[in-house]
């Protein structure tokens, strides 16, 4: 396919011991060892707070990164169409609801159902920002992310218009830790545009090839954080938005695919 090119207005982030992107490029610099550093803790200031206290921490995550890209990029929330992907969505609420499921089924709580669907941190950002604008959930296992943010992309193009682009996944607990290798929790968030602005911060230019080839070497001190989480695959991603030259690199986007990006100024 033509290369496509998205321009980044807008960076949210969470990661155990960074709660936003200014913190988070000293650590992508190699400025700031993040494992001294204790977790921080996830706002989500615009859930309600009632929303808050029954949000699951995958909701809580997605929803904090993207308001933070939202409020960086001087968008709107309210009028952004927006893309959420997760490779596993809320694990400790499949466990949870396994767990009752095999020993108190007529104890299932509907308010953790309704916590289990993929779509469940989409749903809660477009409540809570008031935004009618197209929204869509996206999984695709380790290609979660390079999904997402070619589905946001496009979408910017094809629409002519600003797309936040999410994601995140937390961490396995209960019986899914022997099955699913996420360790700890990570997310963050884009707000694309389809052609340059005032907020622009960088741009990528964007190919998805039928090549099986794609990974991008992680710097050491981030190995670690890269391997707790299928979304931290996106790191070597924001290490060149952190402030490195101009390069290009390669993110896996699924089975016989890859997604070449070219980060520029």
């Given at each position: 396919m033509e290369h496509l090119v998205a321009y980044i207005d807008g960076i949210g982030w969470?990661?155990?011991?960074?709660?936003?992107?200014?913190?988070?490029?000293q650590l992508l610099r190699g400025e700031d060892p993040h494992e001294d550093s204790p977790a921080p803790a996830v706002v989500a200031a615009v859930l309600a707070p009632n929303e808050r206290r029954r949000a699951p921490e995958s909701v809580r995550l997605a929803c904090d990164?993207?308001?933070q890209a939202c409020s960086m990029a001087g968008c709107e929330p309210s009028r952004l169409p927006c893309v959420f992907a997760s490779a596993l969505g809320d694990v400790a609420t499949t466990d949870a609801i396994c767990a009752t499921l095999a020993s108190e089924p007529l104890q299932m709580s509907p308010t953790r159902f309704h916590n289990s669907v993929h779509n469940a941190a989409v749903g809660y950002w477009t409540i809570a920002a008031q935004?009618?604008?197209p929204s869509s959930a996206i999984a695709a296992a380790d290609g979660s992310f390079a999904a997402g943010l070619l589905e946001a992309t496009v979408q910017a193009h094809a629409d002519a218009t600003p797309v936040l682009f999410a994601a995140y996944d937390i961490a396995a607990s209960g019986a899914l830790v022997d099955v699913v290798d996420n360790s700890a929790p990570f997310a963050t968030a884009l707000v694309i545009r389809h052609e340059r602005g005032p907020h622009?911060?960088?741009?990528?230019?964007?190919?998805?090839?039928?090549?099986?080839?794609?990974?991008?070497?992680?710097?050491?001190?981030?190995?670690?954080?890269?391997?707790?989480n299928h979304i931290a695959a996106a790191l070597p991603l924001f290490a060149a938005l952190a402030g490195a030259p101009p390069m290009t690199l390669a993110l896996y986007s699924g089975v016989g695919s890859t997604l070449s990006i070219e980060v520029r100024a």
């Amino acid at each position: 396919m033509e290369h496509l090119v998205a321009y980044i207005d807008g960076i949210g982030w969470w990661s155990p011991g960074n709660a936003d992107w200014d913190s988070a490029r000293q650590l992508l610099r190699g400025e700031d060892p993040h494992e001294d550093s204790p977790a921080p803790a996830v706002v989500a200031a615009v859930l309600a707070p009632n929303e808050r206290r029954r949000a699951p921490e995958s909701v809580r995550l997605a929803c904090d990164v993207a308001a933070q890209a939202c409020s960086m990029a001087g968008c709107e929330p309210s009028r952004l169409p927006c893309v959420f992907a997760s490779a596993l969505g809320d694990v400790a609420t499949t466990d949870a609801i396994c767990a009752t499921l095999a020993s108190e089924p007529l104890q299932m709580s509907p308010t953790r159902f309704h916590n289990s669907v993929h779509n469940a941190a989409v749903g809660y950002w477009t409540i809570a920002a008031q935004c009618r604008a197209p929204s869509s959930a996206i999984a695709a296992a380790d290609g979660s992310f390079a999904a997402g943010l070619l589905e946001a992309t496009v979408q910017a193009h094809a629409d002519a218009t600003p797309v936040l682009f999410a994601a995140y996944d937390i961490a396995a607990s209960g019986a899914l830790v022997d099955v699913v290798d996420n360790s700890a929790p990570f997310a963050t968030a884009l707000v694309i545009r389809h052609e340059r602005g005032p907020h622009t911060r960088a741009s990528l230019h964007l190919r998805h090839t039928a090549d099986a080839s794609g990974s991008s070497a992680v710097a050491p001190a981030l190995a670690e954080l890269a391997a707790t989480n299928h979304i931290a695959a996106a790191l070597p991603l924001f290490a060149a938005l952190a402030g490195a030259p101009p390069m290009t690199l390669a993110l896996y986007s699924g089975v016989g695919s890859t997604l070449s990006i070219e980060v520029r100024a």
